[in-house]
Structure formats: C-alpha cells, structure tokens
Nanobody, 121 residues
C-alpha cells in the first residue's frame, strides 16, 4: 500500500535549521510531483513547497521563499525539505504529499502522516 513516512521534525530555536524527510513506498515515486503542506493550530492548511517529478522545477509559498528548499532523490524514493532561518510562525505539523501539477495547480493524491516542527526560544 502507499506509504509516505515523514521524519526530522522537532524543537528548534528561532534562526535554527531542520531537515525534513519523507520516505515513499507503494507507488511510482519518480513519476509523481511532490509537495509539503503545513498546518498550525487554528490556521488553515498551507501549501509550502512543490517539486516536479524530475526535480527540475520547484515552487514555494511566499512565507518560506528564500528560507526553505524542497528536493528529492528518486533513486532513494525520498523527499526532503531543508528549512533555514526558522521563525516561530513556522511552527506547524508538516506533511508530505504525492500528486500532480496540472495547469499550474498542484493536486495531492496521497498524504503522509505529519511531523511536528516547533520553533520557540
């Protein structure tokens, strides 16, 4: 069955860094576009970053542009999110998804379990 297993979350001080990973199995990872979403308590879910199946293009929410980098290793079926210069407002549960970009819009098909990121002094 499809599995997307996120890891790498934790507690970090403002200005710090974390690297999230998402191990995929049960589907053709290399042919799927992938994204990270996040949801903070009391807030709507936000699309953070998207990367195409080949990794040649990526997009970011304005709130994380210049600080976060999405990448993938198709040989290892793994998605990454490097998060630098973290702020308290980045605190959320982060989830990886597999889907497709169509007409410039990302449509998720599969969701992983979330990993908690807490940024606090």
């Amino acid at each position: 069955q499809v599995q997307l297993v996120g890891s790498g979350g934790g507690f970090v001080q403002p200005g710090g860094s974390l690297r999230l990973s998402c191990a995929a199995s049960g589907f053709a990872f290399s042919t799927n576009d992938m994204s990270w979403y996040r949801q903070a308590p009391g807030k709507e879910r936000e699309l953070v970053a998207t990367i195409t199946s080949t990794g040649d293009r990526s997009n970011y929410a304005n709130s994380v542009k210049g600080r976060f980098t999405i990448s993938r290793d198709n040989a290892e079926n793994t998605l990454y999110l490097q998060m630098n210069s973290l702020k308290s407002e980045d605190t959320a549960v982060y989830s990886c998804t597999a889907g497709v970009v169509y007409a410039g819009v990302y449509y998720p098909n599969y969701w992983g379990q979330g990993t908690q990121v807490t940024v606090s002094s």
